[in-house]
């Protein structure tokens, strides 16, 4: 099973942190256009309320037909520009929303890129997928809804309560005096919501973690006649994951019913007042209906403002999780590798001097290191020396301390522990990266990597399902082979290439390796396996220190 790993500390931020924001720069051209539509909005809020006074109040004064008919028109007409503006807003909205997601989704894809195998592999990689999938789909209501809305309030709001205060001043204070009661109930609501969200989005990650992690150790567990406490530890996460989504409903009904019923009495009592003056005659029946019609307009962008709020909070829950991926990469900065040539010194094809890698609190190192060409390097050292480290320090993939020379990515063709195999064909896995998969190269670097009696064309499933673990190994080693013999790299390097073969199989590799080199590549290989030893020209200690918590670099 793929153990969760060590999680980065939680980062918890508001719905208008700068970081945040920042990505919403995205959406400022969409944001102006939004301001335009959401000014001619409040132009239309105002007008048809106006309209509407004017021809109740001829209704109610027994006004004829024919002039009531054209403010009759005009109110339609006024519906139906409301409606269009308020879809040319959704769609607006909706773009820029695409716009920003795609830019934070970018920028956490390129900081898992630059964290590398090495940080990656020590993490859940299950719980990294939600956080860039859902997590990132739901935060387009954050820049989609509740961004727009902010500034819909701003716009509508001043024009709303400026329009009643040149019609009714009493009313526009009522309005004024009362409105602060919304905003202090939906901070309080707020911070309810952003708890139970932030719960409900754990509960899921969790959910999805150990889902992955129960189907890729089902057959270890069935073996041990363990499948069934999995399934019931699965089911009570889902129990959990429910309970949790019922809280989220719960607080955001209850939510939304408060906010309701304050702008409800809000409005009441202005209503109240205006009946009141009304019956003494202190006001005119126009001007009366045209302040009641705009009250609730002035306390919805508010009311919306909260209920905006509560689509993006899952959004914005997951945040912590990806700005907590973005400031590792950030933290990592420029440490982890410096390619000082193109071309090592010596003749080499990759050098190291005086390399050291930080992995907790061991570092591993110093390491001076020469691969030329047409000679195979073997890295020894006991099990957990860092070894691995080592290779992905050397990749790029790892901090590390020193100089590293000719070392660049398109020099080196790499194999890891892990297979790596993606869903497609056999040749696809090998040929990865080409447009055009060569097929007679494929079955060459098959057939050296004691792959030969696996078919080509055999269509593998998520993770190569379809092939053995020694099997999914060759493949992997073929697809080294392949990048070595097809693209301009000179170095080949394998991490433990023959860890799952049987002996006459590794004798093979083994042979093939040899071979690789004395074509002129130059070979960096880790391998526990004394035959290794066999076909090595030069020979590297590995080793680790202990260190203090301030001696190791952050």
């Known amino acids: 099973m793929t153990p969760d790993g060590p999680a980065d500390p939680p980062v918890r931020r508001g719905p208008l942190d700068p970081r945040l924001l920042r990505y919403a720069r995205a959406t400022r051209g969409f944001l102006a256009v939004q301001a335009a539509i959401v000014l001619a909005q409040s132009g239309v809020i105002v007008g048809f309320a106006w309209v509407v006074s004017r021809a109740l109040t001829g209704a109610i004064g027994g006004a004829p037909i024919g002039e009531l008919l054209p403010l009759v028109a005009a109110g339609a007409a006024l ?25 934070l989704r970018a920028a956490l894809i390129a900081a898992v890129e630059k964290l590398g195998p090495a940080w990656l592999s020590q993490r859940s990689t299950t719980a990294l997928a939600v956080t860039a999938g859902h997590g990132l789909e739901a935060l387009d209501a954050y820049f989609g809804r509740y961004l727009p809305q902010l500034v819909a309030t701003a716009i509508t709001m001043p024009i709303v309560i400026g329009a009643i205060l040149l019609a009714d001043p009493l009313s526009a204070v009522i309005v004024v005096l009362t409105m602060p009661l919304i905003p202090i109930f939906m901070v309080l609501i707020g911070l309810a919501t952003g708890a139970v969200q932030r719960r409900q989005f754990d509960t899921l990650t969790t959910l999805a973690t150990r889902f992955a992690d129960t189907v890729q150790g089902l057959g270890t567990l069935k073996i041990f006649g363990r499948q069934h406490r999995a399934a019931d530890s699965i089911d009570e996460v889902t129990g959990r994951y429910k309970r949790e989504t019922m809280s989220v409903l719960r607080v955001s009904f209850l939510s939304g019913f408060a906010l309701e019923f304050l702008a409800s009495i809000s409005v009441a009592i202005v209503a109240v007042t205006i009946g009141f003056r009304l019956l003494d005659g202190e006001m005119v029946l126009l001007v009366g209906l045209f302040a009641l019609l705009l009250a609730p307009e002035a306390y919805l962008p508010l009311r919306q403002v909260g209920a905006q709020f509560h689509a993006s909070a899952e959004g ?15 933290a990592q900065g420029d440490r982890t590798r410096t390619v000082t040539a193109p071309t090592a010194e010596g003749g080499a094809l990759l050098t190291a001097r005086g390399l050291r890698v930080p992995r907790g609190e061991r570092m591993i190192g110093p390491i001076d290191l020469d691969v030329r060409a047409g000679e195979v390097v073997l890295l020894e050292g006991a099990s957990g020396a860092g070894k691995s480290s080592v290779i992905a320090a050397l990749l790029g993939f790892a901090h590390a301390e020193g100089e590293i020379s000719g070392g660049a990515r398109e020099a080196i063709a790499w194999m890891s522990q ?4 993606l869903s497609g064909t056999v040749a696809e896995n090998v040929a990865l990266g080409a447009d055009t998969p060569d097929a007679v190269l494929v079955a060459r670097c098959l057939t050296d990597a004691a792959a030969g009696d696996v078919d080509a064309g055999i269509v593998l499933g998520a993770g190569g399902a379809g092939l053995s673990g020694g099997q999914a190994q060759r493949v992997a080693l073929a697809r080294a082979l392949y990048r070595l013999r097809a693209t301009d790299a000179r170095v080949l390097v394998l991490d433990e290439p023959t860890s799952a073969l049987d002996t006459d199989t590794e004798a093979h590799v083994w042979a093939s390796v040899r071979a690789a080199a004395d074509a002129g590549a130059g070979v960096l290989l880790v391998s526990h396996r004394p035959s290794a030893r066999t076909i090595a020209d030069r020979r590297v200690a590995v080793a680790s220190v202990l260190v203090l918590p301030a001696e190791v670099p952050q």
């Open 79 to 103: 519906v139906l520009v409301r409606g269009v503006l308020i879809a040319a807003s959704e769609r607006v909205s909706a773009a820029g929303a695409a716009r920003a997601s795609l830019q």
């Open 316 to 330: 914005m829950a997951a945040t912590s999780g990806i700005f907590a991926v973005l400031d590792a990469a950030r």
């Open 418 to 421: 892990r297979a790596g195999l």
